[in-house]
């Protein structure tokens, strides 16, 4: 049977709270980095709301456009060259001496 002295089991007591307490701040130490609510998942959260924010300005900048276009062809407020551009593009219409040349959706015109 192996002996201890009595020396050696004060060293180990001595020993016993510091590991412990290097055990303890590993553990939370790791799950502050790399834990469910850790830094790299908020990093990694941070990116996501910022795609998000993109996302949502382009959508709002489309609907704001949108909008302005519907207010324009409103009965109190239509705009004629509004309505004639919008005929002549959706129907194809166009006066008898006129040329036209289509262009590819979301085509650039040269200038």
């Known amino acids: 049977m192996l002996t201890i002295s009595i020396n050696s089991r004060k060293r180990l007591r001595a020993l016993a709270g510091p590991c412990l307490a290097c055990s303890v701040l590993a553990y939370f130490s790791y799950h502050l980095l790399e834990g469910e609510h850790g830094l790299s998942a908020s990093r990694a959260l941070d990116f996501r709301i910022e795609q998000a924010r993109d996302v949502h300005e382009r959508v709002r900048s489309t609907r704001e456009r949108l909008e302005h276009k519907v207010s324009l062809l409103r009965a109190g407020s239509l705009d004629l060259d509004l309505l ?24 650039k015109r040269a200038g």
């Open 84 to 107: 004639e551009e919008l005929v002549r593009s959706k129907l194809g219409y166009s006066h008898a001496d006129e040329l036209l040349i289509r262009l590819p959706e979301g085509g």
